[in-house]
């Protein structure tokens, strides 16, 4: 199956032993999805609080993974891996893993006993109690920022310089242009613009970190999930406005500004 565009919020396991407590947004068991773009928030489960994958494969990509709870058993994590399906892959790519809290063990990745792991160009970030906890298994993990740091080739330990809670990206953010440099792992171009990304991506083609970068990328909604009518008029208090670019120029530039 290919999950797509979806917001997955405010769901809940209620039996800490059946289905062995995992996966309060999305559960997989001996299957192989795709999952991608995805606004997956404020779910609760004892383990996998997001996504839980047993006996289980696939590709989590370009999703928003963040403000899930709960982790009492198996040393939770916001995505948790168990074996896998058949000899497939797990390829954890391009997500912002950020600000899951869990009881106890992991808040952000829990990779337990499953081969043929790869986390790349991921922020992981603002997780409670940590970021990682990996047993019986050794994944290779590159051009991730990790708060606290991993060693690995091209992972960071940075402030993301996320704006508001968006997950968006400041200009000034180090994780623009900081991924995997093959060019498998780039950014849309910006046809207009050659040799620039094309937003939501930022800076060049090399890869950014987090959801907005990568060829997968897409503009997908922040955490804000409703609009409710008070009778009053706001003005919008979240906005991203973006480095004009050719700068400096002469005599015409371009500012791309994004409001939700």
Sequence with gaps: PRIRYNRILSNNITDPLHPGGG?????????????????????????????NFYHASGIIRNNIIAGNY??????SGAIYTYMNFQSSPILIENNSIVNNNASTGCG?????????????????????????????????????????????????????????NTFYLSSTSP????????????DPEDPLHPGYALLPALGTVRNDMGVFGGPHCAIIGSSTISIRNTGKNYITDEYVLYQNYPNPFNPVTKINFYIP
């Design 23 to 51: 996966g309060g947004g999305i559960r997989c068991c001996n299957g192989n999805p795709v999952i991608e773009n995805n606004v997956i928030q404020y779910n609760f489960a004892y383990c996998g609080m997001a996504i």
């Design 175 to 186: 994780c623009i242009d900081a991924g995997d440099t093959n060019a498998i792992y780039r």
């Design 70 to 75: 709960g982790g009492t058993v198996w040393g």
């Design 108 to 164: 952000g990745l829990r990779l337990y006993n499953a081969n043929f792991i790869t986390a790349k160009n991921n922020i992981v970030w603002g997780n409670l109690p940590s970021q990682l906890y990996i047993s019986g298994c050794s994944p290779s993990i590159s051009y991730c920022d990790i708060q606290g740091g991993y060693s690995g080739t091209g992972n960071i330990n940075l402030n993301p310089q996320f704006i508001g």
